[in-house]
């Protein structure tokens, strides 16, 4: 466990200053964002146990977990495409919900767009300027994750009839799995406690979206995700929300195992999104 305290006085004063609206220095977005800049509790964690199963290998430019099915699958093949926190998908928490999916049937890809510098090294270290951290990362995965698609489509094929692509994101992960909902790229998309989202991306849904949610979550604050669900609404958008009472902003990567609220709370979500994505890849 690591000390947090120096660290979220420092995360609430630059989150205090980002989303009252001061620029930010590398996300920019002409559309109103409805889910903010990572905050405390993007960097909360509790370690969950059991041993990983997938391995990581090297693909488009990325480190990449990768976790396979363990029983051969009838029908399509299918690919979940997973977009990691800021604990990173070799985090082990991160590997054994990819562990978990890949069990349900999916080949897992989940790249390391930190580039083996994820945020938990640097929690103990009282310098660590999270704001500086978070915005040099994310221009670093905005311009991997492209390229990286490009590979995963080149090697495991295109989404269609004999591929079925799905994506999910936690956090910072949020926005590459929504910005997928908006393309032909995958079938179906989920997030769960998101950051950086802007009005725009929930416009631009066109395929069907779960949206995973706490109760009280500092980025993604119940009115910009009722404002998020009106637009899907007026759109006539295929989605599902679920939210979970008594959960903060990162509960399903990194929730409290012995808390039963959290682990119910976390297991339900993973499999909610396992069915979500069985309903579309079938
Ligand atoms: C952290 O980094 C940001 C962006 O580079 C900078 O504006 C800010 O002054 C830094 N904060 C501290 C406490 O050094
Ligand atoms: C929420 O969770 C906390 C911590 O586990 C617990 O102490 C509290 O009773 C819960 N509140 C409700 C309303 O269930």
Redesign the pocket.
Known sequence: MYKLTTLALLVSISLGALVQGESFSTIRSASPFLAGVPGKDCVASVLHEGTPTGKVVSLGGMDTYVSVPKKPTSGPKKVLLFFADVYGPLYPNMKLIQDFYASNGYTVLGPDYFFGDPIYPHLEDPTFNLTQWISEKVEIANEATPKWLEVVRQNYGVNGKNVKYTAVGYCFGGPFALNLAGTDDVVAAGFGHPAFLTEEQFQNVKQPLLLTLAETDDVFPKPNSRRAEDILVENKAVYHIQTF??TTHGFVTRGDPA?E??RWSSDTALRTFVEWSNRFTA
């Open positions: 009472s008594n808390i609220n959290d």
